[in-house]
């Protein structure tokens, strides 16, 4: 198992521990930014929820605060078994051009191959 990462104390228990790994041991993140951190309270509030609107600059870190909030959600959705060939849609991200949709789907694929195979 991989091993949780003090600075990273926020994400734990949304992020799945090897993409906690892969952030402080491979991308070189020191600590969550304050967009991170602040979709991180919310989703550990009661009002979790609740629809969360966030603004921040570029450069800020909200590519992996979308990512955390995608992460949160998709792990209480229902696992697909060997007979279902889909569950749906699990997660819809609405960007405003073609290259941050991109960026986007990237940065999330690179933290999903860090996932064990189920």
């Known amino acids: 198992m991989a091993e949780e990462l003090p ?20 991308l070189g993140y020191k600590d969550l ?11 550990k509030s009661e009002n979790s929820r609740a ?9 800020s870190g909200k590519s992996l ?8 959600n ?12 889909s569950i749906g849609i699990q997660g819809l991200v609405l960007a405003p051009t073609r290259e941050i949709a ?3 789907f990237d940065f999330f694929n690179l933290l999903v191959k860090e996932l064990p195979e189920k």
Not at 65 to 72: K, P, S, Y
């Open 33 to 43: 930014s304050s967009i991170q951190k602040s979709v991180c309270s919310h989703l």
């Open 102 to 104: 991109i960026q986007l």
């Open 65 to 72: 605060a979308l990512t955390i909030a995608l992460f949160n």
């Open 51 to 59: 629809n969360f609107i966030a603004k921040a600059k570029n450069g």
């Open 7 to 26: 600075l990273f104390t926020e994400a734990h228990g949304l992020l799945p521990a090897p993409i906690l790994s892969l952030l402080g041991n491979k």
């Open 74 to 85: 998709l792990k209480d959705q229902p696992k697909s078994t060997e007979n279902e060939q």
